[in-house]
């Protein structure tokens, strides 16, 4: 099965889930698409599709965002997966996965998940920095990143 994995990322922890979860899924490998880097990626001519982003500021990154909206019509007919990295978790985490993919390609959807994150601190510039002190009152590199939920997602893409 043709399985393409788009995301963007900003500090590399979507990036490593993209990467983990296409050593996972079973067949044909999965072509891994960065949409910063690709700006024009069609998914016509896939079956299946797995759509990643990371939560900044309650935001999915723009590329995403644009990309379901301009392949949506296509999108409902591919076996589709959506997931995002975030540091939230719970009811909060929810609404951010709501607010950051259109409703139809959700319930289209085979596989919704939030799969946690990281704070990198190596990788923040200094106003991002200043933004998690405050908000999460984190100062150092930390990760709860759950490969449970990751290996979830390739067990429900290779599900027929
Ligand atoms: C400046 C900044 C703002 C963030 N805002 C949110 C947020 O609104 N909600 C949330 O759940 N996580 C937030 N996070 C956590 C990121 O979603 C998390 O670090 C994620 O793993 C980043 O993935 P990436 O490295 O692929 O971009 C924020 C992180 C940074 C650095």
Redesign the pocket.
Known sequence: MKTAIV???????????VNQLAGLLAGEPAEVINLRKNKNFNPKGYERVIIG???????I?KPVKQFCIRYGNQLINTKLGLF??????EE??SR?FELNFPEILREHSSSNKIV?????FE??NW???V??KK??GVNQTI?N?DDSKIREIAEEMDRN
């Open positions: 995301y963007a990322s900003n500090h590399g922890a979507t990036e490593s889930v982003g990371s939560i900044h500021v309650g935001q990154q995002i990295c975030c540091m939230y978790t909060q985490a951010q946690g994150g990281t704070f990198n990788k923040m106003f991002e920095k933004i998690v908000v999460a990760s990143i």
